[in-house]
């Protein structure tokens, strides 16, 4: 098994609004990442999960809330989101962080759009 | 600051030719190279990758090119196939660092194989 898995594929949310994107992977793999792609450029690295610990945050807004609840689990929580945030968010996992060669391997994405 | 760039933003190729994608980088710590496919609405799917110990990495129709001197590598892909139309991008890390694993991604090439 090989995929990494987001959903939902699809969410359209409120400004006022609280929700959540989830990720899974059970490839064993044990870095999990966050990115935010805006059309027409290329992901942008949100946070890094190694081990379920938090290890780098890329000084995204607190509106954004990441949790990492196993070594298999990824949640992006969102609040107060603006309608900048609107973007394809993708999850991608790898053995580990910081290693040597290691490809991390990409969930479909969840298109987000904050009206 | 982009420090992985893509030059061409879009490449036509016709079908059983070569297809040469270019990629540009400005660190001179990367030490691991990546290429990623991506279809619309999909994640980026990982294609194949080269270490800065090696110049030449091969896996069947791909091979990825490296030269460290000119910060340069390219990816060719022979025979063409209509199925390879998609946005291409390249990726760049600093591996062996034990903390995390940042991907840093150039704009992509958009590759349209025609009939």
């Known amino acids: 098994d090989t995929e990494v898995t987001q959903t939902p594929k699809h969410l359209v949310m409120g400004m006022t609004n609280k929700k959540s994107l989830k990720c899974e992977q059970h490839m064993g793999h044990r870095a999990m990442y966050w990115y935010k792609q805006k059309a027409k450029k290329p992901p942008e690295l949100m946070f890094v999960?190694?081990?379920?610990?938090?290890?780098i945050n890329e000084s995204v807004p607190s509106r954004f809330s990441p949790e990492c609840p196993n070594s298999s689990l990824l949640n992006l929580h969102l609040h107060a989101l603006q309608p900048e945030d609107s973007a394809l968010y993708l999850c991608?996992?790898?053995?580990?962080?910081?290693?040597?060669?290691?490809?991390?391997?990409f969930g479909p994405g969840t298109r987000l759009t904050v009206t | 600051d982009q420090q992985v760039k893509q030059n061409s933003p879009s490449l036509s190729v016709q079908e059983g030719r070569i297809s040469i994608l270019n990629c540009d980088y400005t660190n001179s710590m990367f030490d691991y190279f990546l290429w990623y496919k991506k279809y619309p609405a999909e994640g980026p799917t990982f294609l194949i990758s080269?270490?800065?110990?090696?110049d030449k990495n091969e896996d069947g129709r791909f091979t990825v090119f490296l030269n460290k001197s000119a910060k340069h590598l390219s990816l060719h892909i022979v025979p063409s196939q209509p199925g390879d139309s998609a946005v291409y991008f390249c990726a760049a890390s600093v591996g062996g660092t034990g903390t995390a694993s940042k991907l840093t991604f150039g704009t992509g090439t958009r590759l349209q194989v025609t009939l």
């Open positions: 080269i270490s800065s110990i090696k």
């Open positions: 999960y190694s081990y379920e610990k938090l290890s």
């Open positions: 991608a996992s790898s053995r580990t962080a910081g290693a040597l060669n290691d490809e991390q391997y």
